[in-house]
Each structure stands twice: as C-alpha cells, then as structure tokens.
C-alpha cells in the first residue's frame, strides 16, 4: 500500500514498539491515531511525532464503540489498524490466579477482539484493510513463568489465523509480527522504558518491520514475521 494519506490507528502508541511505528509511519505521510491510557503522556507524545492523540483503554469493553466511531471520525476513515496494546503478568505455577488470566487477556486477547470487530465492518464495506497484530515469540515457544502471557499470545496467533480465512475474501490483509524482547517499559509498573542494549531489539526494528509489510503493493502480503536479535555473542 501506499503510506502517504494511509488512514492508520495504532493502539498502545504512547511508548515503545508503539511509538516508534507511529513515528515511522507519519514522517511516511500517513494520518496516524495513537491511542493510550495516560492522557498527558498521549497527548504529549502525539504533539512530538506529528499524531492524534484519542485516550482509550481497550480493556474497558464498553468505551469501544463509541472510542472506534471518534477515531474513525478523527482519521477521516480507516485503513491499518495496528493492534499493538499489551500486558504481562509472569507468575510462576502455583502462584497463578483468574485475576493473572483476567487481566492479560482484557487487554491482549478480549478487548483486541472487540475493537477489531468494530474495524472491520469499515474495511468489509471498503473492501480493503489491514490488519496488523502484534504478538510475541512467546505466540510460538512457552518459557518459565510464562503460562499467563504466552496462552495470550499463542491465543492472538490462533485467532490472527481464523482472521485472516475469513477476511481474505474481502480484500484485508491480517499480518501477525513476533518480536523477540525489545528493550521497552513493557511489565514495567512505574511505565519507565529499559535503555536500548547492543544484544537486543529496539523499538525502532519492529516498527522497520511493521511498516516494511504495509508498504507491500496490495496483490501480496505476509501472513506472519518473527524478528530475532542477532545476538551473535550470546
């Protein structure tokens, strides 16, 4: 697709993977919404890179609605939808409750589902879209203390797969992006992002990788990308 004028809505776009592909994509020429829970530190970060700040948390199921209708409003339409909003809990067997599964996959799976939802009656009338998911590499292989947020992100590649069946037909394409760790605030409680180390990913590569799968002419896509550290010391 053409990026210039593209009509994108990047949740989770205050920090991190975030961020920097919201950036990337507006100094390509796309009209970007960002959206975040804190609104002085949305707001801020949408006047810094060139955004449009709408505040809205996709765990709160009911604001969906009505938040997917202003930001349409706010865009003039909708071309990409990046679902980039993530939480993570990491407690070890025996210490897991509802409350950990509860909580992850408010954000990470259920309210995913349900703003997607709303887009996509947008892109079936339009006959085109995309969708574009981020998951993890924990989506692929589990690890220790991972029960609670690799079950959301293997849920995330489950459904991306269903997704994209069904929509193929209608002309939207639905992408599914695997980082490995990327040093940002994520699981960070005081929201403070980690500073960038030579071994590991940086928001920056993710956001390459995001807007590189866009910018493909539409008779193609990438159903699926994993991005590793070369980490050739390690």
């Given at each position: ?31 970007v919404v960002i959206t975040g829970r ?19 948390d996709v765990s709160d199921y009911a ?172």
């Amino acid at each position: 697709m053409n990026l210039s004028n593209a009509r994108i809505l990047v949740t989770g776009g205050s920090a991190g993977i975030g961020k920097a592909t919201a950036k990337l994509l507006v100094e390509a020429g796309a009209k970007v919404v960002i959206t975040g829970r804190n609104v002085e530190k949305l707001n801020r970060v949408a006047e810094e890179i060139g955004a449009i700040a709408v505040a809205f948390d996709v765990s709160d199921y009911a604001s969906i609605p009505t938040k997917t209708a202003e930001t349409v409003e706010a865009l003039g339409g909708i071309d990409v939808l990046v679902n980039n909003a993530g939480i993570g809990d990491f407690p070890l067997m025996g210490d897991i409750t509802i409350e950990h599964f509860e909580r992850v996959f408010s954000t990470n799976v259920f309210g995913l589902t349900l703003l997607t939802q709303e887009l996509v009656k947008h892109f079936k009338e339009q006959k085109n879209g995309h969708i574009i998911n981020i998951a993890s590499t924990a989506g692929v292989r589990g690890f220790a203390r991972g029960t609670v947020y690799a079950a959301s992100k293997f849920a995330l590649r489950g459904m991306t797969e269903c997704w994209r069946a069904e929509l193929r037909p209608h002309n939207v394409r639905v992408i599914l992006v695997n980082p490995s760790e990327v040093t940002t605030a994520f699981a960070n409680e005081e929201r403070i992002e980690r500073p960038n180390e030579a071994y590991k990913l940086r928001p920056l590569e993710i956001a390459h990788t995001i807007k590189a799968t866009l910018e493909m002419d539409d008779r193609g896509f990438i159903p699926e990308v994993t991005v590793w550290a070369t980490n050739p010391n390690r």
